[in-house]
């Protein structure tokens, strides 16, 4: 059997790092703890679980579910941020002694899985609740008021608050906020929290929204500059803000000496284009969907609750 002194060394960090890994402490760089949960599977090393689970032996019969618009998503380069989520899920289920199916929401077959993860934020209430009499569930990057079922979710309201008030700090009033589509949690939760930052200094707040799936982004940004040119553009996700990024390139505007511009996710492609954007752990949104779901199918900590991973700011060069 593997041993974790040979799993740090395939993946080239420190028996302390894998140990962060796996007790999920600590502070861990996404691709970091990627490359750790990699190892392992190469090299078919098992981590210890509870004593009660391994004598159970039970395995789990999980339902990832996801909606045709996120299948769509995984299916472009907008989908990255779920694709890291659902691999997070992948790589931990073994771990928890799952045996996950992708089902579609739209679809969801008649019949008892042990527990549910239902991604993204398309599903309502009224096709949750039927769910709650067949298994445990548990939302990923989605919440609904009232609901009191499980969710985790990454922390966009303090994301963007906290990064208004760093350009508001830096004498910076003229800020405004290019959003998808308000009726999905995460975009709504950015909203609020730009609102909130904007209002708590007297500002007013200026959000103009933009559809990056059924939509060119020339029309809205041309509307933004002609209304109020802009110091700050805060876009709700990182592709919203690549396009906007290439766009006022190709317009010669001079970035970050004209206009900073920053998103939200942290996908691959914002490091390539040298975006600042902020962090949501990803990975860690999946391993810990896992992690909340494995405990209500355990019988422990029934009570519901709602986890917000922080976001972190990371400041390249599209921003001052």
Known sequence: ????????????????????????????????RLKVWQAMRKLGYKPQISARALASKRLFHVAVVISQRIANLLASEVGVFYDVVLSSINDNEEFFRFNTTVVMLERIPQKN?????????????????????????????????????????????????????RFINK???????LHGPLKYYGFKDRYTGYIAAMQKHSLLPICYEYDDLNEEVEPVLRKILRDRKPEVILCSNDIIAIKVLRKLRE???????????????????????????????KYEMGFNAVKRLYELLMGHSHHPFRLCLYTMFVKRDSSI
Not at 114 to 134: T, V
Not at 154 to 160: F, K, N, V, W
Not at 171 to 177: A, D, V
Request: glycine share 8%; with cysteine; charged share 25%.
């Open 1 to 32: 059997m593997a041993t974790i002194e040979e799993v740090a060394k395939m993946a080239r960090v420190s028996t302390a790092t894998v140990s962060r890994v796996l007790n999920n402490s600590g502070y861990v760089l996404e691709k970091t």
């Open 113 to 165: 899985f042990d527990g549910y993860l239902i991604i993204g934020s398309d599903a309502s209430e009224e096709q949750i609740k039927p769910l709650e009499k067949m298994g445990k569930i548990v939302l990923v990057d989605h919440y609904i008021d009232g609901l009191g079922i499980d969710c985790i979710l990454s922390d966009g309201y303090d994301g963007i608050f906290r990064v208004t008030e």
């Open 171 to 177: 004498g910076i009033k003229n800020i405004i906020h």
């Open 251 to 281: 317009w010669k505007y001079r970035i970050p000496e004209e206009i900073s511009v920053v998103g939200f996710d942290d996908i691959p492609q914002a490091e390539a284009e040298s975006l600042s954007t902020l962090r949501v752990q």
